[in-house]
């Protein structure tokens, strides 16, 4: 279903295109060669692209994404949550004359060719018009709005379901080790600890086995080693002096990697699995 | 992916026990190494020439024609060794080839100035101008090339880490996403095809405004003004002085070790499986040329 939104024709004497070019899954690399992934790797239903102009000024790109649901809106803006909020839609961060906003089932990325005070201006009116537009209504995914709020470093959060995604987040190994796939819920985060920073990462599987067999894969290939029993913390010191702590409960995986002391690691991992499970206040 | 090295972990490059010269690059090893005197004599067995220029670019990042058409010359003569232009280009091409030129064609697309004074000098070293033809793509032009020119824009890939060199032939291959994710540690192969090998004679990356982070879509705010242009015959070491200043530019940015994601491992494969050039940077010799500040390298 298309959704039904307005795109200002005019805006500070910069002029759109008439009408969108509409980009869907069976065209997207036509679009974009070697982006349309990160689109696919998420809920991706369509996407519709406007350009406006005006006399010796910098152009202005505008692409409305729709997603197959908000928790996947929010996952490709949490791509790069890294930028100013400039108050446009749920959230929205800006930066160097690019403008991201989520807002329902829609993502917006609005981009001025070079960034001058009347192009930020402009765009940024663009973005509150549509924004205004737009179903509202989005609600973060659970994992992200679980996470443990202590030490959080928002910028840091990224929410996605296939392992191409977490090779750029985080690359972990060339194989699928923790068994992603789009079904899976995901989230990444760094955190201040007490001794520095550490980096979560949450799993979430379907009920069954998949949750055990991703753990014993994980520590296999990862840690040469059988995984904990369920409910049990395991803690390895490995190059590089970090340590590498790793909790299975029920469906969920929750792995600290790059922690500087066992006790930073288990004392995040305790947190983050009270909080998933029980309710926290991420972001 | 599961007929070479299978069950390369992120560890490994800690470790340096794979891809152990990318591991430097990116400073992914546990314990950097500084360089042993051994090392510092060692032979080196490629030479990339960077030149830059402060008046590359304007404020609005629009290319000062007349800066880039020196810059040319100048690494042109540099890679060729000779002291006129024309001469330098004659060495990689002759008046009965047909020359396909290879720019990066969209989503931080190699800068139009670059590609229209390649062939400027092209013509003016006596190439006819029908016998310079655009071989980017799937169309299979560049079947009918008897040279391949690269100049591709310098740009990180969120896919395969980086997306410069190697990644410019990707289209030459037929399906690219066959060369993705970890798939594109094959990028080498494309160059080893039958209606490519042999065909590359010089390289030549637009460096003006790189791209540090998430290409190839850009974000703005990880492009910055490098001023740059960097060549050389060895398209390896050409990709790995690439990969070195974006990986410092990213560690700058963030004042901490920010290393490319996922590691770009098609250029250590590229050397040592499909020996298309040297990736080991202990290996190769970097002369700069021109504007020094924020160099990289």
């Known amino acids: ?283 | 992916m599961k007929d070479h090295a299978p069950g390369i972990t992120r560890r490994d490059f800690i470790r340096g026990t794979a891809f152990a010269a990318l591991s430097t690059t990116l400073g992914m090893k546990a314990a950097a190494e500084s360089p042993s005197a051994a090392a510092e004599e060692e032979k080196f067995t490629s030479t990339v020439f960077i030149v830059r220029d402060q008046k590359a670019l304007d404020d609005l990042h629009r290319v000062n024609r007349e800066a880039a058409s020196e810059m040319l010359d100048k690494v042109m003569c540099a890679v060729a060794g000779k002291e006129d232009a024309k001469a330098a280009w004659q060495t990689f091409v002759k008046p009965e080839d047909t020359v396909g030129l290879m720019p990066t064609s969209h989503l931080n697309a190699t800068h139009n100035e670059i590609t229209e004074l390649v062939r400027e000098k092209l013509t003016g070293a006596g190439i006819p101008a029908k016998n310079i033809v655009n071989a980017q793509g799937r169309s299979g032009v560049h079947k009918t090339c008897t040279v391949l020119m690269p100049l591709p824009n310098l740009k990180a890939h969120w896919l395969t880490g980086f997306g410069t060199v190697l990644k410019n032939y990707i289209q030459l291959g037929g399906n690219p996403p066959a060369y993705h994710a970890e798939n594109s540690k094959d990028l080498g192969r494309i160059w080893n095809m039958p209606d490519v090998k042999g065909k590359t004679k010089v390289v030549i990356v637009d460096a003006l405004r790189p791209l540090f982070d998430k290409g190839p879509q850009v974000d703005p705010q990880y492009l910055w003004h490098y001023n740059g242009i960097i060549a050389g015959t060895d398209p390896i070491a050409v990709e790995a002085v690439c990969v070195k200043i974006v990986q410092a530019k990213r560690n700058a940015f963030k004042g901490e070790s920010w290393p490319l994601s996922p590691p770009p491992i098609c250029l250590e494969a590229a050397d040592k499986e499909y020996h298309l050039g040297c990736s080991d940077l202990a290996k190769i010799k970097i002369v700069r040329m021109g504007w020094e500040e924020g160099a990289l390298v």
């Open chain 1, 1 to 283: 279903m298309r959704a039904t939104y307005e795109v200002p024709r005019e805006v500070n004497g910069w002029v759109r295109t008439e009408h969108p070019r509409r980009v869907t899954a069976a065209n997207i690399f036509d679009y974009m060669d070697g982006a349309g992934e990160l689109y696919l790797a998420y809920a991706f239903v369509g996407l519709d692209v406007w350009k406006f102009t005006r006399a010796e000024a910098p152009e202005i790109l505008v692409e409305i994404y729709e997603m197959g649901n908000s928790a996947d809106a929010f996952g490709v803006l949490s791509f790069d949550l890294g930028g100013e909020e400039v108050g446009v839609g749920q959230k929205s961060v800006y930066g160097a004359g690019l403008l991201r906003f989520w807002q329902g089932r829609h993502f917006a990325r609005i981009l001025a060719e070079a960034e001058t005070p009347e192009a930020k201006a402009a765009l940024l009116d663009i973005g509150k018009s549509v924004a205004s537009d737009l179903p509202g209504g989005g609600t973060l995914p659970e994992l992200v709005v679980r996470l443990p709020e202590a030490g959080l470093l928002p910028e840091s959060v990224h929410y996605f379901h296939r392992k191409m995604c977490l090779d750029y987040f985080y690359y972990l190994a060339d194989d699928n080790i923790l068994n992603l796939n789009k079904e899976t819920n995901a989230v990444i985060a760094d955190y201040r600890t007490a001794s520095g920073k550490a980096k979560l990462l949450a799993v979430e599987y379907d009920p069954g086995d998949s949750c055990a067999e991703a753990s014993r894969s994980f520590h296999a290939v990862y840690l040469k080693q059988w995984p904990p029993g369920d409910g049990a913390i395991r803690s390895n010191e490995i190059e590089g002096a970090q340590w590498v702590s790793s909790l299975r409960n029920a469906n969920l995986l929750l792995i600290v990697f790059e922690g500087e002391s066992q006790k930073d690691c288990e004392e995040l991992l305790q947190a983050a699995v009270s909080s998933l499970t029980q309710g926290g206040k991420g972001l």
